[in-house]
């Protein structure tokens, strides 16, 4: 059965830095992409970065040079980089993976993690 688990999140000054990952596990045979959202109270969950098996990355316009998305294929891991965090980053931070084939299914599916919390303090 797949599934994805974030880990990396807590509680960080602003200014200070956080490294989020991602595991998918299951027995996965091809990922599409993978990418990182957030939700903060009272919000839509918006993406925040994207990567593909392919090497394309994509970030939201508020992180960009400030958060790094990163991805280890061979793994079925995703990392996120965050540095200079800013209060306005405190959010629930979800991992996705677009277009995951596994033996589970003989679809293509995408999967969410749980989410992991990440609060920056001003």
């Known amino acids: 059965q797949v599934q994805l688990v974030e880990s990396g999140g807590g509680l960080v000054q602003a200014g200070g830095s956080l490294r989020l990952s991602c595991a998918a596990t299951g027995n996965i045979f091809s990922i599409n992409a993978m990418g990182w959202y957030r939700q903060a109270p009272g919000k839509q969950r918006d993406v925040v970065a994207r990567?593909?098996?392919?090497?394309?990355?994509n970030y939201a316009d508020s992180v960009k040079g400030r958060f790094t998305i990163s991805r280890d294929n061979a793994k079925n891991m995703v990392y996120l980089q965050m540095n200079s965090l800013k209060p306005e980053d405190t959010a629930i931070y979800y991992c996705?993976?677009?277009?995951?084939?596994?033996?589970?299914?003989?679809?293509?599916?995408?999967?969410w993690g749980q989410g992991t919390k990440v609060t920056v303090s001003a």
């Open positions: 990567a593909t098996s392919g090497g394309s990355t």
């Open positions: 996705k993976a677009d277009g995951l084939y596994s033996s589970d299914s003989s679809y293509l599916k995408n999967y």
